[in-house]
């Protein structure tokens, strides 16, 4: 038994048909004339008939008038050429022996061609005008109406323009609403999935260039790509979007041209949405366009859903607007993709053009303005010149090494790490004097939001993108890492000295020439794996700069733990910490990392009550190690001497039988020496934190940050699980007895560790 549902389905397909038929009689057009294709000089006239006809269409040109005729026919598509751009015609269809026209004095029936560069126009934009579950087309009269108030210059449809494309007499319904409209504003389309119905639709006999489904046009210098993404969710084959797809490797070519190039703005419109946050966007489509929306600058993008929303990433506006008919749809929003406007409102988009601004307005069926916002020009080749010019100038920090000697110019990215500190303080300047040479070092610290890019920029000039971080740019060469900058770097002094003005003449201007880099930050987040996240975090948390951590973890269970559920608590809560405080650095990384770096004042005390903490430690490990030589095991107990380890351990105890104050204490502790340990960080760590601010990489971004801390407190969670449960003074006594010779050696290595780490943060500090 059909449902109620199918029911009003079937009274409302009867009454379109009662009225398609009413309409081709009174009228004689199956379909009315509607105009698409405009250019500055051109346009298609097409009208669809129920019986064969001849046809010709009359346009005037003032008192001039010129006949272009078409072939006997039930669909017609009449090419009118030899326009003016920016200029009105009065036309008129005539067909058969004229039983057939519209009205020779009708002035409704009006072409206006494209505008030439720089002149006032404006345009219209909506999706989903079918009836849909409201089994009306009252929203869709209602949207037209208003629309017809502004008289725009065309409009582009986003979309699902009917229920069932398979269906003949829906597209006849979707025309007659439209009629008012059509004839003299043309129709930009592009498909929806109701529109294709799986290859069954009729598209293509009411659009003929939707057949290809993707094609382009310009006015008044604007430049709009129509994309056939109607199904990218599902039942649309993922090839149509592949990189190598024909769909995307036309749209890269087109935005690759001089004129998109320079084009004011650049304009996309689809059926599936790219972004939306109470909505359903498409996972396929931010992984194959974003990038070239970035890439090549596109300003505004259009897409359809049940609603209107707004939103921005990467300075590409995204509208989603799809209230013109259909049923309204209100979902719960995407955190991590927070919209900037939005109503669930039925609605068109207004959008006047000029020569300073493109406006777009969002208007609902009553007239109410529910959004409005504008865009200004931007010059790609000039804007991105001078964003990386004026981002070099702002972040570079000149330094000179032996000043009035023969220069030689390098460029150094590096972090806040021990070597790239050592680089700067002891290896560059020892070299400027041991050679007799200048050193002028244009420096960028990468915890500097910026400069990440400007890494990139450098790689494309010297054409190496795979150094690690420190990395020296000199001569024609990058150097990447410690023993690779250490041996370039001898290597270039010398070249240099042999002959600096042939060594000039060949050298790479730093930002000579700009780059796009938008894309190698994507492809530098994008080459990692998993596997290579994982290793990269557990590598940097057991390198040296990670010791400190590990010295306070053994020593503060040594203080605290006179049970092993102490031991837990304090062991699990302070990793605990850790792993937090990390976490929460990287997905801030370049606030955090700048109120640090940035703060001359903060960096010393930093590195003071580090210094201070270690040389502490290491003094008590040192005596621990020669009591164990002298076989005094039980008296193992990292503690300060006499009574002042006596009060100390008393209040310690005292202060730990609270479980709340300890917990409190440990968790506090684990922040402190996690803020200090901030340089335990390598190469792979900065597109993660990089790609966070990114909508569209976020969420993978944050696992990959998850996952690398997780790994980075692995080493952390190994001697917390071997202090608790086992190693114990008895145990530490039986072992040492056993393999004297093994502890004497892993006692001196630990012991010349801790005395370079010493000496280390002393001249860091220095």
Request: charged share 20%; glycine share 8%; with cysteine.
């Amino acid at each position: 038994m059909a449902s109620f549902k199918q029911i009003k389905k079937i009274l409302f397909t009867l009454i379109m048909v009662a009225g398609y038929q009413g309409f081709a009689e009174e009228t004689g057009f199956l379909i009315n004339p509607y105009l698409l294709d405009i250019t500055e000089t051109s346009v298609v006239v097409a009208f669809h008939l129920a019986e064969p006809m001849e046809a010709r269409v009359k346009v005037w040109d003032n008192a001039e008038e010129k006949l272009f005729f078409s072939e006997k026919g039930v669909s017609h598509f009449v090419t009118i050429t030899g326009l003016k751009p920016g200029r009105s015609y009065h036309y008129q269809v005539v067909c058969g022996d004229a039983l057939i026209q519209t009205g020779a004095e009708d002035s409704s029936y009006q072409i206006k061609t494209a505008c030439l560069p720089g002149e006032s126009f404006s345009f219209v934009v909506f999706g989903d005008p079918r009836p849909g579950d409201t089994m009306t087309s009252l929203n869709h009269r209602r949207i037209i109406e208003q629309i017809a108030l502004y008289e725009p210059n065309f409009l582009l449809v986003l979309g699902d323009m009917v229920d069932d494309g398979s269906v003949v007499q829906e597209w006849v319904n979707f025309f007659q609403v439209e009629n008012q409209l059509l004839r003299s504003s043309a129709i930009f389309p592009v498909l929806g999935d109701n529109d294709y119905v799986l290859g069954k639709g009729h598209y293509a006999r009411f659009f003929p260039k939707l057949q290809k489904g993707y094609y382009s046009f310009q006015w008044g210098g604007i430049q709009f790509y129509g994309l056939n993404a109607w199904g990218t969710r599902a039942g649309q084959e993922i090839s149509e979007f592949n990189q190598d797809s024909p769909q995307v490797e036309w749209l890269v070519s087109q935005l690759q041209t001089e004129v998109a190039i320079n084009a004011p703005f650049r304009v996309v419109f689809l059926h599936d949405p790219v972004y939306i946050s109470r909505g359903r966007s498409s996972d396929l489509l931010r992984e194959t366009l974003v990038p070239v929306f970035k890439r090549y600058r596109v300003d505004l993008v259009f897409a359809s859903w049940h609603l209107y929303e707004r939103s921005q990433s990467n300075n590409t506006s995204y509208i989603i607007s799809g209230g013109a008919g259909a049923e309204l749809i209100w979902m719960n929003p995407n955190p991590s993709y927070p919209s900037q406007a939005e109503a669930r409102e039925y609605h068109f988009c207004r959008v006047n053009v000029n020569a300073n601004a493109l406006t777009i307005r969002s208007i609902s069926t009553d007239g109410t303005v529910l959004d409005t916002f504008s865009l200004s020009p931007r010059s790609q080749d000039k804007q991105q010149e001078k964003s990386v010019l004026d981002n070099a100038k702002r972040l570079k920090k000149d330094l000179v090494f032996n000043a009035g000697q023969e220069e030689l110019p390098l460029i150094l990215f590096s972090y806040d790490c021990q070597f790239c500190k050592l680089l700067l303080k002891e290896v560059l300047p020892r070299k400027a004097l041991e050679e007799g040479i200048t050193l002028r070092v244009s420096y960028f610290d990468l915890a500097k939001e910026g400069s990440y890019d400007l890494f990139l920029n450098a790689g494309m000039e010297f054409g190496r993108q795979d150094s690690d971080v420190p990395a020296i740019f000199i001569g024609v060469s990058v150097y990447g890492g410690e023993e690779e900058v250490l041996r370039g770097l001898e290597n270039e002094i010398m070249d240099f000295k042999i002959s600096p003005d042939m060594y000039y003449a060949k050298s790479v201007s730093a930002f000579g020439e700009v780059h796009n880099t938008d894309m190698l930050g994507e492809e530098a987040f994008s080459g990692l794996t998993l596997g290579l996240v994982f290793g990269a975090g557990f590598l940097d948390g057991i390198n040296p700069c990670a010791f400190t951590t590990m010295i306070f973890l053994i020593s503060y269970l040594s203080v605290v733990g006179a049970t092993r559920n102490r031991m837990l608590l304090t062991g699990g809560i302070f990793t605990l910490s850790v792993f937090l405080t990390y976490f929460v650095i990287g997905l801030s990384y370049f606030g955090i990392a700048r109120l640090i770096m940035e703060n001359n004042g903060v960096t010393l005390v930093i590195n003071g009550i580090l210094l201070i903490f270690v040389l502490v430690l290491a003094v008590l490990s040192l005596m621990d190690y020669f009591k164990c030589r002298q076989g005094k095991i039980k008296e193992m107990v990292l503690k300060l001497p006499g009574k002042l380890s006596e009060k100390i351990k008393t209040h310690i105890r005292r202060f730990a039988r609270h479980s709340v104050a300890l917990a409190g204490a440990t968790f506090l502790l684990g922040i402190v020496i996690s803020g200090m340990e901030l340089t335990c960080t390598g190469q792979v760590y900065i597109p993660i934190v990089t790609m966070i601010s990114e909508p569209q990489h976020r969420a993978m971004a944050v696992f990959y940050l998850l996952l690398y801390n997780l790994a980075f407190i692995i080493p952390l969670i190994v001697i917390f699980l071997l202090a608790t449960f086992g190693v114990t003074s008895r145990n530490l006594e039986i072992f040492f007895k056993k393999h004297v010779a093994s502890v004497k050696l892993a006692f001196s290595a630990l012991f010349a560790v801790m005395a370079l780490v010493i000496v280390w943060n002393i001249r860091l500090l220095l």
